[in-house]
């Protein structure tokens, strides 16, 4: 596979093609930079795959508890606007940096959706009862 030798303003230019509306429907967006061979060649270990599956598994366990009761949900990215108001509430400092995060990014309401739900996940993951401000401003990272 080659790098890309396309310039800013053409990879910029072809980006703008993809329409606001799609974009909006993307969960994450996370910019993936290339890997150095110091930090390939590490003999250091990151942590057991085992460790984070047993996270996951307990976040789901979470979410499959939350929604119980005839909800037909299964997982936070099930959500409507409905259940985030219910399940996803924030403390007075998420709210400010919410406000902030609508504000200076020109966020839309599906993407103020996105960001709790994504937040209730992060949460979720961190074996976290409610959503805290850091959880939101990981999500709002990505």
Same mark, same amino acid.
């Given at each position: 596979?080659?790098?890309?030798?396309? &310039?800013?303003?053409?990879? &910029? *230019? %072809?980006?703008?093609?993809?329409?606001?509306?799609?974009?909006?429907?993307?969960?994450?967006?996370?910019?993936?930079?290339?890997?150095?061979?110091?930090? !390939?060649?590490?003999? *250091? !270990?990151?942590?057991? &795959?085992?460790? @984070? #599956?047993? #996270?996951?598994?307990?976040?789901?366990?979470?979410?499959?508890?939350?929604? /119980?009761?005839?909800?037909? !949900?299964?997982?936070?990215? =099930?959500?409507?606007?409905?259940?985030?108001?219910? %399940?996803?509430?924030? =403390?007075?400092?998420?709210? &400010?940096? !919410?406000?902030?995060? $609508?504000?200076?990014?020109? $966020?839309?309401?599906?993407?103020?959706?996105? @960001?709790?739900?994504?937040?209730?996940?992060?949460? =979720?993951?961190?074996?976290?009862?409610?959503? /805290?401000?850091?959880?939101?401003? /990981?999500?709002?990272? %990505?």
């Amino acid at each position: 596979m080659k790098e890309c030798t396309c &310039s800013n303003a053409m990879v &910029s *230019r %072809y980006q703008k093609r993809i329409s606001g509306p799609l974009l909006d429907r993307i969960d994450i967006h996370i910019e993936v930079p290339r890997v150095e061979y110091e930090k !390939l060649s590490d003999e *250091r !270990l990151g942590e057991p &795959s085992a460790d @984070i #599956r047993e #996270r996951v598994e307990a976040a789901r366990q979470r979410q499959r508890q939350r929604f /119980e009761g005839g909800s037909g !949900l299964l997982a936070n990215a =099930d959500m409507g606007p409905g259940e985030v108001r219910d %399940y996803c509430q924030v =403390d007075e400092g998420g709210k &400010s940096l !919410l406000r902030a995060a $609508m504000q200076q990014l020109h $966020m839309s309401a599906r993407a103020y959706h996105r @960001i709790l739900k994504l937040a209730r996940t992060i949460a =979720d993951l961190a074996g976290s009862d409610g959503i /805290e401000t850091a959880h939101l401003a /990981e999500a709002i990272q %990505y």
